[in-house]
Nanobody, 120 residues
Framework: QVQLVESGGALVQAGVSLRLSCVASGRIVSINTMGWYRQAPGKQRELVATISSCGTPNYADSVKGRFTISRENAKNTLYLQMNSLTSDDTAVYYC??????????????WGQGTLVTVSS
């Protein structure tokens, strides 16, 4: 089993910054792509940002220039620095990780989500 635990969600005012973290644990051999997704009330889950194992990021247009994704491979940890938050960023944020577990099988794991609420 591979577990992902997110943290850092909060109720904040528009314009402030927030950093989310996600720690992966379990019988992990490798973590390839990691990413953040979000789901706002009444909407489908959408991509926020992903990062490859070597650190190449990819962002949704809606967060480019405001959000920064990063990872610490030695700690199996993923981060999302969110600046200039707006009410449109209100959502449950989910961490995703893909890779290989002990035994050689692949995994595609999701965290339970952390709620970010931005008040205007």
């Amino acid at each position: 089993q591979v577990q992902l635990v997110e943290s850092g969600g909060a109720l904040v005012q528009a314009g402030v910054s927030l950093r989310l973290s996600c720690v992966a644990s379990g019988r992990i051999v490798s973590i390839n792509t990691m990413g953040w997704y979000r789901q706002a009330p009444g909407k489908q889950r959408e991509l926020v940002a992903t990062i490859s194992s070597c650190g190449t990021p990819n962002y949704a247009d809606s967060v480019k220039g405001r959000f920064t994704i990063s990872r610490e491979n030695a700690k199996n940890t993923l981060y999302l620095q969110m600046n200039s938050l707006t009410s449109d960023d209100t959502a449950v944020y989910y961490c995703n990780a893909q890779g290989r577990r002990v035994g050689g099988t692949s995994y595609d794991a999701w965290g339970q989500g952390t709620l970010v609420t931005v008040s205007s």
